[in-house]
């Protein structure tokens, strides 16, 4: 039987994430990544795009909940973020500012305004040639997770222009769950949470779905340092 070629991919750079995804994401794969408040999500989506940065990839990222100055002065030092070197390679807009150049101005989104959302999108990814893409978060798009027609319109068009563009994908996600349509409709999906053990509320990674990769499913201690994103232990049963 003939095996199915290795899927292409989109190395991310986290050292521990590309050890639990068997070398990284497959390319053009939206990914949401999904987690109560605190829980290092917007941390991950941000070392994602340093990381290809520094690899020579452009990124852009899209943030819905605080302004473009507010969201640089929150990210904590990464001793291996040099804005200055790249700060070109990396592209950021607030949700807001992407539908004013549209002209949007609703605060509905329905199928119309995505159509428009996906057209600026693929405008700014195309014009940046970013290979990766960041919104965080989704939720402020896709308010209503019950949806499923719409959110499944949005994300299916996402990942049309996501394949034009060979773009690899993460989507932030506080209301979003695994289990959730939108949670089936994505390629993957990185679930982190907290966990309480002896006194401390430690935080958790866990990938239980990716497509076209081979993946651990387990679930592993993460800590956020100035070194990034570091996946300290494998959980194993009795803590
Ligand atoms: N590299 C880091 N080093 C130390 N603390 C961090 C780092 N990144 C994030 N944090 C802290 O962890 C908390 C949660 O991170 P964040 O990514 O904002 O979570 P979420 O997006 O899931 O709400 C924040 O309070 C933030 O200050
Ligand atoms: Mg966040």
Do not use: W
């Not at 190395?11 to 408040?37: Q, R, Y």
């Amino acid at each position: 039987m003939a095996m199915a070629s290795e899927r292409e991919k989109c190395v991310t750079g986290i050292e521990g994430l590309d050890n639990i995804l068997g070398g990284g994401i497959p390319t053009k794969n939206i990914v949401l990544v999904t987690g109560t408040p605190g829980t290092g999500k917007t941390a991950l989506a941000f070392e994602f795009l340093v990381r290809g940065a520094i690899g020579g990839e452009n990124g852009v990222l899209i943030t819905t909940v605080e302004a473009k100055s507010k969201l640089l002065e929150n990210i904590p030092p990464l001793v291996f973020y040099d804005e200055k070197a790249l700060g070109k390679r990396l592209t950021i807009m607030t949700l807001r500012d992407l539908l004013d150049e549209a002209g949007i101005s609703s605060g509905k989104v329905d199928e119309p305004v995505m159509d428009m959302l996906i057209t600026m999108l693929e405008k700014l990814v195309s014009s940046t040639k970013a290979k990766r893409l960041v919104i965080d978060s989704i939720d402020t798009i896709l308010p209503d997770r019950k949806n499923e027609r719409l959110n499944t319109y949005f994300l299916t068009k996402l990942s049309e222009m996501l394949h034009g563009q060979g773009t690899t994908a993460i989507l932030v996600s506080k209301a979003a769950s695994a289990d959730s349509g939108i949670g089936s409709v994505v390629d993957g999906i990185i679930q982190m949470s907290n966990l309480e053990r002896k006194g401390d509320l430690l935080r958790t990674m866990q990938v239980p779905k990716m497509k076209g990769a081979a993946h651990s499913r387990a679930k592993f201690v993460i800590d956020l340092t100035t070194a990034g994103v570091l996946v300290t232990t494998l959980l194993k049963g009795g803590i």
